[in-house]
């Protein structure tokens, strides 16, 4: 079975600073990974995807993953944070063939002036 | 760039009665349609995949009956919340992929904007 876990629920940075969102994942394949954003009120966005290739993965509006295989992560970042930025963060993952994404619990980012 | 729309974005319904979610995919078509719920400060649960001109496939645990999913053509799909009851509000969330030569997950997955629904 296929699961993802985001350990951070909450998480606060002042404007400006670096990001980090953690996110742990279990599947019994090559894994296709995903990163999506939520406004309040609203659906899910895409940032950026892995699939193959190279394990850092660039995104919109500034940030990145990079796919560690021997740790089962995929963790977001970006190096400076925008109040624009505050939102829910939801990390999910699929396979080759299988069209269903399993999210994980998502982490809610909260940007402090 | 792809959009999908979902309607109503809110709807307000007495308990017992019968709701309609729309999910039109307005400059795509879309074989396949995901239908999520998203309980408060909680993640997507899928509940059902719909491929256009098939029967919907749920998830363990989803009833079929109370929430009746049809595609009957592909840049629409509908979820009916059948005699709604409180338990049933929720955020409701449909997500279309496109028709690509290359099925499965990594064609590009588009999501509308959410439907809150309130049984009273």
């Known amino acids: 079975a296929q699961s993802v876990t985001q350990p951070d629920i909450h998480i606060t940075v002042s404007e400006g600073a670096s990001l980090e969102l953690r996110c742990n994942y279990s599947y019994g394949a090559t894994p296709y990974l995903f990163w999506y954003v939520q406004s309040p009120g609203q659906g899910l966005q895409l940032l950026l995807k892995y699939f193959s290739g190279d394990t850092l993965v660039q995104g919109i509006k500034g940030f990145e993953a990079e796919f560690k295989r021997s740790q089962s992560s995929f963790n977001l970042r970006k190096p400076s944070v925008h109040w624009s930025d505050a939102a829910e963060y939801f990390c999910?993952?699929?396979?080759?063939?299988?069209?269903?994404?399993?999210f994980g619990t998502g982490t809610r980012l909260t940007i402090i002036p | 760039g792809a959009v999908v729309s979902q309607h109503p974005s809110w709807v307000i319904c007495k308990s017992g009665t019968s709701v309609k979610i729309e999910c039109r995919s307005l400059d795509f078509q879309a074989t396949t349609m995901f239908w999520y719920r998203q309980f408060p400060k909680q993640s997507l649960m899928l509940m059902a995949t719909s491929n256009e001109g098939s029967k919907a496939t749920y998830e363990q645990g989803v009833e079929k009956d109370k929430f009746l999913i049809n595609h009957a053509s592909l840049t629409l799909s509908t979820l009916t919340v059948t005699s709604a009851h409180p338990e049933d509000s929720s955020f409701y969330i449909c997500?279309?992929?496109?028709?690509?030569?290359?099925?499965?997950?990594?064609?590009?997955?588009?999501f509308g904007n959410g439907t809150r629904l309130t049984v009273t």
């Open positions: 999910a993952v699929g396979g080759f063939g299988n069209e269903k994404l399993t």
């Open positions: 997500s279309a992929r496109g028709l690509h030569l290359d099925r499965g997950v990594n064609s590009p997955l588009h």
